[in-house]
């Protein structure tokens, strides 16, 4: 089949789209790992980078990790609770109270840091811990766990099944888990995808918030930067991506296998039928 000279323009455009994004990427990465980046390649490739920024560097991974893992369990037990409330409350009432859920994120975050820290700066062991950044990061990534899961709530008139499930005399916690928890599936997976990402990579409420004690990736990261050579900072992106790719593949792993079961659970209901 003879193919268009639209479909070749289209194409090129996205392979270019792509190469413009993914070049920086690649670059960074290879200097974390050359022997000399401003020599090149001729240097060598080497893992010295690597080592000394794991040996520098390795508390604020687990940090990072602690963080996001916590924000996402937090966000999971307010964001789910919250989209089915919005859901059953009057719309006029509901989008005001969405539209104060996305202050935050409408907000720079060193100013939301800057309200965490004249409201509860006060408590000093909440200030030096790394629940203080967390709080934060809650704040931040809520409203993109409340907005997908609501919209797959209204997509799915989840209103009616509650209903009908309340009718046949189930409580509200086996409706809760058993009708609305499954059947926003998508949108929890597509809001926890969300978070995790923005929590992890999440640097200006976290330099706000953050203390020598509790410095996470991106703030690391920066300060790589800015005090020394690029290599070390380039091999601290390679660890960097290194943390997030697992926990993003997971993911889509996780949403893919959900899809095929309720693919699988169609095909026999049908079957039945």
């Given at each position: 089949?003879k193919?268009?000279?639209l479909?070749?323009l289209?194409?090129?455009?996205?392979?270019?789209?792509c190469?413009f994004m993914?070049v920086?990427?690649v670059?960074?990465?290879?200097a974390?790992?050359?022997?000399?980046?401003?020599i090149?390649?001729?240097?060598?490739?080497?893992?010295r980078w690597?080592?000394?920024?794991?040996?520098?560097?390795a508390?604020t991974?687990?940090?990072?990790?602690l963080?996001a893992?916590?924000?996402?369990?937090s966000v999971l037990v307010l964001g789910?609770?919250a989209?089915?409330?919005?859901?059953?409350?009057p719309?006029r009432w509901?989008?005001?109270?969405?539209?104060?859920?996305?202050l935050?994120?409408?907000l720079?975050?060193?100013?939301t840091?800057l309200g965490?820290?004249?409201?509860?700066g006060?408590?000093?062991?909440?200030?030096?811990?790394w629940?203080?950044?967390?709080?934060?990061?809650v704040?931040?990534t809520?409203p993109?766990?409340?907005?997908?899961?609501?919209?797959v709530?209204?997509?799915s008139?989840?209103r009616?099944l509650?209903?009908a499930?309340a009718?046949?005399?189930a409580?509200?916690?086996?409706?809760?888990?058993?009708?609305?928890?499954?059947?926003?599936?998508?949108?929890?997976?597509?809001?926890?995808f969300m978070v995790?990402?923005?929590?992890?990579g999440?640097?200006?409420?976290?330099?706000?918030l953050h203390?020598?004690?509790?410095?996470?990736?991106?703030?690391?990261l920066?300060?790589?930067?800015a005090?020394?050579?690029?290599?070390?900072g380039?091999?601290?992106?390679?660890i960097?991506?290194?943390?997030?790719?697992p926990?993003?593949?997971?993911l889509s792993?996780?949403?893919?296998l959900t899809?095929?079961?309720?693919?699988?659970r169609a095909?026999?209901?049908?079957?039945?039928?």
């Amino acid at each position: 089949m003879k193919r268009s000279a639209l479909f070749w323009l289209q194409l090129i455009f996205t392979l270019s789209l792509c190469l413009f994004m993914l070049v920086p990427i690649v670059l960074s990465l290879l200097a974390g790992v050359t022997g000399n980046y401003f020599i090149g390649l001729k240097s060598g490739l080497t893992l010295r980078w690597v080592i000394e920024v794991w040996q520098m560097y390795a508390d604020t991974f687990w940090l990072s990790l602690l963080i996001a893992i916590s924000c996402l369990a937090s966000v999971l037990v307010l964001g789910v609770p919250a989209a089915w409330g919005l859901l059953k409350t009057p719309s006029r009432w509901a989008s005001r109270i969405e539209e104060f859920l996305l202050l935050p994120v409408a907000l720079p975050g060193l100013a939301t840091a800057l309200g965490l820290i004249l409201i509860y700066g006060g408590f000093h062991r909440l200030r030096d811990s790394w629940l203080f950044i967390l709080i934060g990061h809650v704040l931040f990534t809520l409203p993109f766990m409340v907005r997908p899961v609501l919209a797959v709530m209204r997509a799915s008139q989840l209103r009616q099944l509650e209903e009908a499930a309340a009718s046949l005399g189930a409580s509200f916690w086996r409706r809760f888990f058993s009708v609305i928890v499954p059947n926003c599936r998508n949108g929890i997976l597509a809001g926890a995808f969300m978070v995790l990402t923005l929590s992890v990579g999440e640097f200006n409420i976290t330099w706000m918030l953050h203390t020598p004690l509790t410095k996470t990736l991106p703030v690391g990261l920066a300060d790589s930067y800015a005090s020394m050579r690029l290599e070390v900072g380039s091999a601290y992106t390679l660890i960097f991506l290194m943390m997030i790719l697992p926990l993003l593949l997971a993911l889509s792993g996780l949403n893919q296998l959900t899809q095929r079961q309720a693919a699988m659970r169609a095909r026999q209901v049908k079957e039945t039928v």
